[in-house]
């Protein structure tokens, strides 16, 4: 019975933790958390394989009125309530916009888990531009006409007059009454 005890004590759950932090935020906010989430891993006796920063990126949809947000993607091993406490932490920081934790597999060996110390640097990434224009959802979708498109329609409108009006391409009913 021992025997079985020291080996479920080696065993854990992986974990994956993507959580979305405000566009604006400052290098040094985006460390501060990355460092308070590493030492949330280790007080609860898990262990960080792997810490991603993939950039500002578009949001699915606005959060808090916001439509861009820094990604931040973390894997780690550890148990339950290792899970719950990230959570609250992340849950707590103002600048942290949305989380989710995945499980990705359970019975991991902990004790023969090998990690590349490259895959536990943090990244931070510069905050935006003054200047970043932010392109709305609805120009995106091309629900909003674009300079672009208004040319294309404008000679698009001048073709469809040569086709339907008089030979002289005016297409003006009156001209021909007089």
């Known amino acids: 019975m ?8 080696h065993k854990a759950r992986e974990y994956e ?3 979305v932090l405000k566009p ?3 290098r040094e906010t985006q460390e501060k958390i990355a460092t308070r989430l590493e030492e949330v891993v280790g007080r609860e006796s898990g262990k960080l394989t792997q810490v991603d920063n993939w950039g500002r990126r578009q ?3 606005p959060v808090a009125k916001h439509r861009r947000g820094v990604y931040v993607y973390v894997k780690y091993v550890g148990g339950g309530p290792l899970v719950s406490e990230l959570e609250r932490t992340l849950r707590l920081l103002d600048d942290v916009l949305k989380y989710q934790t995945v499980l990705v597999r359970k019975d991991v060996n902990v004790v023969a888990l090998e990690v590349n110390p490259e895959n536990l640097k943090f990244e931070a990434v510069e905050p935006p531009a003054e200047d970043e224009p932010e392109e709305s959802l609805e120009r995106q979708l091309g629900l909003v006409d674009s300079p672009d498109r208004d040319r294309h329609r404008d ?6 007059a040569d086709d339907y009006g008089d030979a002289d391409g ?9």
């Open 2 to 9: 021992p025997e079985a005890q020291v080996a479920s004590t």
């Open 17 to 19: 933790t993507i959580y």
């Open 24 to 26: 604006d935020v400052t």
């Open 59 to 61: 949001l699915a949809y």
């Open 155 to 160: 000679s698009r409108h001048d073709h469809d």
């Open 170 to 178: 005016s297409g003006s009913d009156e001209e021909d009454a007089q």
